[in-house]
């Protein structure tokens, strides 16, 4: 089984940054495709960033991209997104997923079992 828990949320002013970060357990972790998503309230869950396994591949919904940077370390079993240059629309509660299939996987194959809690994130205006 494998857990997913993230932190680093909060409430920044817009133009701020916050770093969330994404703690996993089992032994497999360094083999996982690993994402973000946000849900706003009344909205559906949206991608936000893809990192492949080794790190090397990554991708951006193109609302936070150069502005939102995702990265792993596959020694911690930790996987982190940096944002930046918050907006007020990027409020919403963000969740950590991954996949645990092996292989190269990209964005478009990414299906994700499993997932976190959520940290809330707000940026006020």
């Known amino acids: 089984q494998v857990q997913l828990v993230e932190s680093g949320g909060g409430l920044v002013q817009a133009g701020g940054s916050l770093r969330l970060s994404c703690a996993t357990s089992g032994r497999t972790f360094s083999s996982y495709a690993m994402g973000w998503f946000r849900q706003a309230p009344g909205k559906e869950r949206k991608f936000v960033a893809f990192?492949?396994?080794?790190?090397?591949?990554?991708y951006y919904a193109d609302s936070v991209k150069g502005r939102f940077t995702i990265s792993r370390d596959n020694a911690k079993n930790t996987v982190y997104l940096q944002m930046n240059s918050l907006k007020p629309e990027d409020t919403a509660v963000y969740y950590c997923?991954?996949?645990?299939?092996?292989?190269?996987?990209?964005?478009?194959?990414?299906?994700?079992?499993?997932w976190g809690q959520g940290t809330q994130v707000t940026v006020s205006s």
């Open positions: 997923a991954a996949d645990s299939r092996s292989g190269d996987l990209y964005e478009s194959d990414f299906e994700p079992d499993y």
């Open positions: 990192v492949s396994w080794s790190g090397g591949y990554t």
